[in-house]
């Protein structure tokens, strides 16, 4: 699977960005897919994940309510809509695919990344 995250840029906190995952593959359906981010100088962390069918979704406590992620397997895309977005979302944003198709809270469990897309949030 080759995924290519887009949809990134600037936006004033309070503000909304909608980022997309476009994946190539006939077998992007049986994954499950993942978002993750990099603020500068800090780890990356799990943001949000899907599974295989977009029935079942999770996310982390601080993008709880302000981020919602869904996916379309006939587009072989995935999207992370964020809402409310403050200072400290910004960062790389980064799509993942897993072959655990419930989707994981784990970097450990993706083994397909795309190249991230930046969001920067001003104050």
């Known amino acids: 699977v080759q995924l290519q995250a887009s949809g990134g840029g600037l936006v004033q906190a309070g503000g909304s960005l909608r980022l997309f995952c476009a994946a190539s593959?006939?077998?992007?359906?049986?994954?499950?897919m993942g978002w993750f981010r990099q603020a500068p100088g800090k780890a990356r962390e799990f943001v949000a994940t899907?599974?295989?069918?977009?029935?079942?979704?999770d996310y982390a406590d601080s993008v709880k309510g302000r981020f919602t992620i869904s996916r379309d397997n006939a587009r072989n895309t995935v999207y992370l809509q964020m809402n409310s977005l403050k200072p400290e979302d910004t960062g790389v944003y980064y799509c993942a695919a897993t072959p655990v198709d419930s989707g994981s809270y784990y970097m450990r469990e993706y083994g397909y990344w795309g190249q991230g897309t930046l969001v920067t949030v001003s104050s």
């Open positions: 899907i599974n295989w069918s977009g029935g079942s979704t």
């Open positions: 593959g006939r077998t992007f359906s049986s994954y499950g």
